[in-house]
């Protein structure tokens, strides 16, 4: 029913954007790396009689240089989703307002 072709590629465009966006954070999320954080992190923690943390295994982990990279490895592309995102929603914003524009010249 649309016949700016503009703003067909552009909502052609959204459509292919927001998949693969959608498609990068599913998989980062399961990612790997996150599982071996946990398994890693679990498998150092102990606790004590009392059910408390023992801290000398907790700072192992955290000073850990494996563990650590993979925890930037995984801050960095959760910050490049979430330009990411903010990129689609300001692509988002702009193709409404040319959607709003585009229904009111043709009512």
């Known amino acids: 029913m649309i016949n700016d072709l503009d703003l067909k590629t552009k909502m052609g465009d959204y459509n292919d954007r927001y998949r693969v966006?959608?498609?990068?954070?599913?998989?980062?999320?399961?990612?790997?790396?996150?599982?071996?954080?946990?398994?890693?992190?679990?498998?150092?923690?102990?606790?004590?009689?009392?059910?408390?943390?023992?801290?000398?295994?907790?700072?192992?982990v955290i000073e850990e240089k494996e563990l650590n990279n993979i925890i930037n490895l995984q801050l960095t592309r959760a910050k490049e989703l979430h330009n990411g995102f903010k990129r689609l929603s300001e692509f988002t914003k702009n193709l409404k307002n040319q959607l709003d524009d585009y229904i009111d010249a043709h009512e």
């Not at 498609?23 to 009392?50: C, R």
């Open 21 to 60: 966006l959608v498609n990068e954070t599913i998989e980062y999320g399961m990612s790997s790396a996150l599982s071996f954080i946990y398994e890693t992190v679990l498998s150092y923690m102990e606790y004590d009689n009392d059910n408390k943390l023992v801290m000398e295994n907790t700072i192992k």
